[in-house]
């Protein structure tokens, strides 16, 4: 059973930077792709970015230029790194594994709050 454990949320004023972590408990297959995903209040989770078991990162427009997705197998990590934020970034960040039509391989974990605000 994988679970995964996201951190490094928190309060931000607008241009400002954070980084997220994605700590995975349990075994990942290693061959599919690992993404962090964001829900806003009332609205659906949106896929934000994605990196693949090779590494190729791929993003939404809003976010790209700004956002960095990474990964270190050894610790079964996944990482965001956020700068320049804007109050449009304010949501709870998820990660997990997607699959087709908007799935995911594993349960959600609790998510991360990141506010960008002054």
Not at 41 to 69: C, D, M, W
């Amino acid at each position: 059973q994988v679970q995964f454990v996201e951190s490094g949320g928190g309060l931000v004023q607008p241009g400002g930077s954070l980084r997220l972590s994605c700590a995975a408990s349990g075994r990942i297959s290693s061959i599919v792709p690992m993404a962090w995903y964001r829900q806003e209040p009332g609205k659906q989770r949106e896929l934000v970015a994605t990196i693949t078991n090779g590494g190729i990162t791929s993003y939404i427009g809003s976010v790209q230029g700004r956002f960095t997705i990474s990964k270190d197998n050894a610790k079964n990590t996944v990482y965001l790194q956020m700068n320049n934020l804007k109050p449009e970034d304010t949501a709870v960040y998820y990660c997990n594994a997607p699959k087709s039509q908007g799935r995911v391989f594993y349960s959600w974990g609790q998510g991360t709050q990141v506010t960008v605000s002054s």
